[in-house]
């Protein structure tokens, strides 16, 4: 089963930039971006749709950007004008794909996760 690392989180200035990766093992259907505060439910940072667009989370659009490095196998998230409020883990997640002789058969869901890599924004 594939699996996912990431890397690229640290400690940042508020207004500063940051970039995330998320290598992936083998072949997916797909990755995306959570991140979790402690004593707060997991919050949607960014995720494929069909037609090779992506949804981001509200508290992010317009300053995070996900994109794909299809040779890579790495999905990266750049993030820019980092506030305060976006300290956080953050996971990436993939669906993962089993291959038949009939086809590629994907989970539905995000079923696949990273152990996570910390992003902290001073003020």
């Known amino acids: 089963q594939v699996q996912v690392v990431e890397s690229g989180g640290g400690s940042v200035q508020a207004g500063g930039s940051l970039q995330l990766s998320c290598a992936a093992s083998?072949?997916?259907?797909?990755m995306s971006w959570y991140r979790q505060t402690p004593g707060k439910e997991r919050e949607l940072v960014s995720r494929?749709?069909?037609?090779?667009?992506?949804e981001y989370g509200d508290s992010v659009k317009g300053r995070f950007t996900a994109s794909v490095d299809k040779a890579a196998n790495t999905l990266n998230l750049q993030m820019n004008n980092l506030k305060t409020d976006d300290t956080a883990v953050y996971y990436c997640?993939?669906?993962?794909?089993?291959?038949?002789?009939?086809?590629?058969?994907?989970?539905?869901?995000?079923?696949?996760w990273g152990q996570g890599t910390q992003v902290t924004v001073s003020a």
């Open positions: 494929p749709l069909s037609l090779g667009t992506t």
């Open positions: 083998g072949e997916n259907c797909g």
């Open positions: 997640a993939a669906r993962s794909a089993r291959r038949f002789t009939y086809g590629l058969v994907c989970s539905p869901t995000f079923d696949v």
